[in-house]
């Protein structure tokens, strides 16, 4: 009869932890054109409905897949918002600022300086 001893210690195999979940490169591409939005002029507009479109796409991303990124797509998110409504804002002024100012000659208008004479 063959009598082994009991196993010394603990035998749970040892298991490494899983490994990092990767940030998804759509989020750091958001908030890269958000601040873009902020600061670049005239061009900011496009760049903050492009950071918008990225940000939503990669929240939905970070959620199935489980990756890291979430506060730099939001941040890129509100970076691209605020950035849109800057520069929409700007931009609607100079085009109302263009139409109402059109027709202003300074008062220099010199066909009715010559009729009351």
């Known amino acids: 009869m063959s009598y082994q001893p009991p196993p010394f210690g603990n035998q749970e195999y040892y298991t490494p932890p899983p490994p990092p979940a990767k940030t998804n490169g759509k989020s750091v591409a958001a908030l890269v054109l958000g601040i873009l939005s902020v600061v670049t002029p005239y061009i900011g507009l496009l760049f903050g409905i492009i950071a918008i479109i990225l940000s939503a796409i990669s929240l939905k991303e970070i959620r199935t897949r489980y990756e ?14 605020v950035g ?5 804002v700007i931009i609607a002024l100079i085009i109302v600022a263009v139409i109402f100012l059109n027709d202003y000659d300074g008062g220099f208008n010199t066909f009715n300086s010559f009729n009351n004479i």
């Not at 890291?68 to 918002?81: E, N, Y």
């Not at 849109?84 to 929409?88: F, V």
């Open 84 to 88: 849109t409504i800057i520069y929409a």
């Open 68 to 81: 890291q990124g979430k506060g730099m797509a939001i941040a890129g998110l509100v970076c691209g918002i």
